[in-house]
């Protein structure tokens, strides 16, 4: 259970936490799309990520995502099209996203990127 002081300091990050979860999520998305090998490791880190984010349900643009990302991967198995469908959400949130300069609002997705490579 979060203390008075946490939800104060969260009320300041939350944006910032937001945006790097959807961030985060298009480095999964795009790492599918970079070789449209689906293996049940990113299906795996797929349903994970709406599991800790589930929380966020009832707010944009979780809302609008996270539905996408459950129906893509109950199936166990992310087509092209879901996974097209779910970085085009992704990328549209963070394109017209103002909380952080265009640099380094990729940064997360980077590196997320960057580990699917390298494992």
């Known amino acids: 259970m979060p203390t008075k002081d946490l939800e104060d300091y969260r009320r300041f990050t939350k944006p910032a936490e937001l945006h790097k979860a959807v961030n985060t999520l298009r480095g999964l998305v795009a790492g599918i799309n970079s070789d449209m090998e689906v293996g049940s490791k990113e299906v795996?880190?797929?349903v994970h990520w709406c599991e800790?984010?589930?929380?966020f349900r009832d707010r944009h643009p979780f809302s609008e995502i996270l539905p996408v990302v459950e129906r893509a991967t109950e199936d166990g198995v992310v087509t092209e099209e879901e996974a097209k469908d779910i970085l085009w959400l992704c990328n549209n949130f963070v394109d017209n996203n103002a909380?952080?300069?265009p640099p380094s609002s990729s940064w997360p997705?980077?590196?997320?990127a960057c580990w699917?490579?390298?494992n």
Do not use: P, R
């Open 116 to 118: 699917q490579t390298a």
């Open 44 to 46: 795996t880190e797929l």
């Open 99 to 101: 909380y952080y300069a």
């Open 52 to 55: 800790i984010h589930a929380e």
């Open 109 to 112: 997705e980077c590196s997320t």
